[in-house]
């Protein structure tokens, strides 16, 4: 099993940073995804996290900006494994200027309604709708 870390960043007006993959990604390419990635070896899955964000986006967050939500378990046929996605949640001033765009086509913030419209990953498929219903997205991070 392996382990990734993503990152969910709301800006606001309560929108979700997301990050549009290119045709030349391995996992799900051309959906829309969470910044994140793997955890590397040894690597604390934190650290991880905010290592992933800085990478993508450019954004770089000091613990604890980011608080640890949930882990979901995601079946990726790249891989054809079933792998623990440990995901993140903070909230952010930044927006679309802010953002350097280390990965992927591109990364902007979405509204909650397009975010649900989207063609996304096989984990933000699961972890975007069960976030924007949670009580964690309706408290400190709107």
């Known amino acids: 099993m392996r382990r990734f870390a993503s990152v969910l960043l709301i800006d606001p007006a309560g929108r979700l ?8 990604a391995l996992i799900d390419p051309e959906r829309w995804g969470l910044p994140g990635g793997h955890v590397d070896p040894g690597e604390q899955v934190e650290a991880a996290a905010y290592r992933e964000l800085a990478e993508e986006t450019g954004l770089v967050l000091a613990p604890p900006a980011l608080r640890a939500w949930r882990t979901f378990e995601v079946y990726h046929r790249a891989y054809d494994s079933v792998d ?7 909230a952010t001033e930044a927006d679309d200027a802010d ?3 280390g990965e992927g086509r591109r990364i902007v913030f979405v509204e909650p309604a397009r975010a649900r419209e989207l063609p996304l990953t096989a984990s933000a498929s699961r972890i975007v709708p069960e976030f924007l219903d949670s009580a964690e997205y309706a408290g400190p991070c709107a």
């Open 99 to 101: 953002i350097v765009v």
């Open 84 to 90: 623990a996605v440990h995901v993140y949640v903070g």
């Open 17 to 24: 940073l997301l990050q549009e993959r290119d045709e030349h």
